[in-house]
Every structure is written in C-alpha cells, then in structure tokens.
C-alpha cells in the first residue's frame, strides 16, 4: 500500500501504524502521555521556547550545509540563513493564504532567558565560525545530490511504518555518520553525550540511515551547542550503534509499537508513574496526580487542544 | 549603518543583503571579543534590588577618565 503524505498515521482501529522517533518516545516514557499527546492532542497553549529555538537553529544549519553542498557561495548561504532565522522568529500576520504580510508583527518574545532572538542567531553564526574548516563532509548520493533534508517514510514489519526526518548524511574520519543538531543551556560534557545511549531517536537515525542510503552508518554525530547569557560553545560527540544494538532496540520498539496498538484497541493507555519526575517533571504531571474525574477540566483549563502529531507529514 | 539591535527590531522582509552581511560581520565580531577575553560571559541570575540601583545610578552618571 503507498504511504502517502499528511495522510492518518492511525488504522481504522485507531491503533498507530506510522511511527518516527517522537511518538515512540511517547510510547516508551508513558502510554497515557502517549494518549494525551498523540491520540488526543493535548499540547501546552504556548509552544515551547527550546523547540522553536532548537527546531530553526537546525534548520538553518541544514539549509546552509544543502546550499553549499550544492554550489552557492559560503557567505551567501550564511546570510540567508541569518535571514530565515530572523523571518522564523517575527511573527506576522498572516494572509488568507497564510503568507506572512510584510510590515506586520513583532520580533518573537521567548519565555526563556537563553533561548531567545538574539542567541538564536548568534548560535548560527558563530557555528559556521567554529567549523569553518570542517574535515566533515556531505555524502553525495549516487543520484548526484546531497544527502540532507531527507524525510524518510520506511516500511518495517507488521504493517508498521518508521518515519522521520535526516538532517545530513556525512562522513567523518572515513566513516558515516547522519548528523543531529542539538542545543542547550547546561555546560557540554561527556555526560550530555552518554545521554544518547541508549536513545530511541538515535537509534531509529541509524537504523533508517542504513536503510535509506543502503551504507555503512556506523551512528549519529552530534553536534551540541551550548547556548548561555554572552556566548554559544560547541562540542561534537559521537554516538556509535553496532548491529547487535540496532536489532535489539528493533525488536524493543515493536514490542512498544505493539502495547500501545493495543492500548488504542482497548482504550486503555496506563501511567508510567515511574517516569513522571524525568528531565524536570513530565508537562502533565500536574494533570495526572488530579482525579480523573476532574482531570479534563485541569486540561482544559492548563492546555489547548491542537493538532494531533503526524509521523507522516514531511517537514 | 544601523547597529544590530535596530536591524534586529526591524521587519526582516525589509532586510537587505548589507543589512544582513552586517549582522552577521558583527556576530563575527562578538566571537572574536570573546575568545579574546573581552566580553564576560555575565550572569543567568537575575539582579537583585542593590545591583539594580547601582545599575541605575552608574548609567546617570557623566564622566571621563
């Protein structure tokens, strides 16, 4: 059966059958999570600061490395980017086409005291200053392009479909790698790496990178900057799967993939109160330890319903 | 030249392309100011009452050395 863009991730059961790595982590942390998020689409009514930053500092990395990789000049591609990053973060009114009208809007005011405007571009800039001389390269396809920007949409078993989205293919020291782009506020250590190991995100990367370009990945490499009050700093890690690892968190991700299919079939998602307290209290927390009989009104009244999360719609 | 912060609190679609190498030159620059020393990387605390009013009371101030 073709996969088709935008199209429903769910089966007519209700049960999930495309998957990328944001709704597996779902899955994985908390079936009720899961269920808020991705069945219902319960989302906090102001997005995210580190998602905004995070997902156009990524971008303009990614469009910069595709425009050199496909001839145009280094500074040219670093002002363009510089420019997307700064139209990104204005918020204009839009048109009834929803094209943003010039001479409208205002600069974005983010909620965090790092992630904002000013530190978002710097960031841009000052990483193309960092790997000016980058012995990383873009692997160039056999067809001739570049491999970046690939949203990929991958048949596995049971009907089940993995998705998601490649920054870049490169290689590196006469290996491959597929590159990730990551941002903080905390100092970059050995220990913010470790912390990709095990990682279902990376690992669906590797997985997907092997498939897709049918080439030894032999991981991810991730390039983390650190974003503070007067500097950004880098540090690049490395996170190596082998192919024992890939084929147990396979079968570990469809075990997952499998509870939360009959999750959906039963209507019954159960909290992981184990991992309500993980990287700073899970956004529902304070939903969960109500009732559930007066849960939906603490939703309602902390959350707006949006749209649900769709593995199948391409960035 | 306009500096930084009025490019930045400028409509972006009406940006030029010297507006932008601009931006970025300065970016440029503030690296450099940096990894020389010259630019502290400050403070994520928030000031309290005391700084503050001695914040304010330097900036009233008009002299040179």
């Known amino acids: 059966m073709p996969i088709i863009e935008g199209a429903s991730p769910f089966n007519e059961d209700g049960s999930q059958f495309a998957w990328d790595s944001t709704s597996l982590k779902l899955a994985e942390t908390c079936l009720y999570k899961y269920y808020l998020k991705m069945h219902v689409g319960w989302q906090p009514e102001r997005k995210s600061a580190h998602l905004i930053f995070g997902g156009i500092y990524a971008k303009a990395l990614e469009d910069y490395h595709k425009a050199v990789a496909e001839g145009i000049d280094r500074e040219q591609a670093i002002r363009d980017v510089v420019h997307m990053a700064l139209c990104d973060t204005w918020d204009y009114e839009l048109d009834e086409e929803g094209e943003p009208i010039p001479g409208t809007g205002a600069p974005w005011q983010s909620d965090h005291h790092l992630k904002t405007r000013g530190n978002l571009v710097r960031s841009i800039v000052w990483y193309f200053e960092q790997f000016r001389d980058d012995p990383c390269t873009t692997v160039i396809l056999s067809s001739g392009k570049p491999a970046v920007e690939h949203s990929f949409k991958l048949p596995v078993d049971n009907g089940i479909v993995f998705s998601g989205h490649l920054d870049r293919l490169c290689e590196y020291s006469h290996s491959l790698y597929v590159q990730d782009q990551k941002s903080t506020g905390t100092t970059i250590s050995g220990r913010f790496f470790d912390g990709f190991s095990p990682d279902t995100q990376m690992s669906m990367y590797t997985f997907a990178g092997k498939a897709i370009f049918n080439l030894p990945v032999k991981g991810v490499m991730i390039d983390a900057v650190q974003v503070a009050v007067g500097f950004s700093r880098y540090e690049r890690g490395f996170t190596f799967r082998s192919e024992d690892q890939l084929e147990e968190w396979y079968e570990g991700a469809m075990n997952t993939i499998e509870r939360a299919q009959k999750a959906a079939r039963e209507q019954y998602f159960p909290m992981n109160p184990s991992s309500c307290g993980n990287f700073g209290g899970c956004e529902f927390r304070n939903i969960c330890s109500r009732s559930p009989s007066v849960r939906k009104q603490f939703l309602i009244g902390d959350f707006v319903l949006g749209p649900i999360w769709n593995p199948l719609k391409s960035r | ?65």
């Open chain 2, 1 to 65: 030249m306009a500096d930084v912060a009025e490019l930045f609190a400028r409509d972006p679609l009406s940006l030029t392309e010297e507006d932008l190498t601009h931006i970025v030159e300065e970016m440029r620059k503030s690296r450099h100011a940096f990894n020389l020393g010259n630019v502290k990387a400050g403070s994520t605390k928030p000031k309290t009452e005391k700084q503050k009013a001695l914040a304010s009371l330097a900036t009233g101030l008009d002299f040179s050395l």
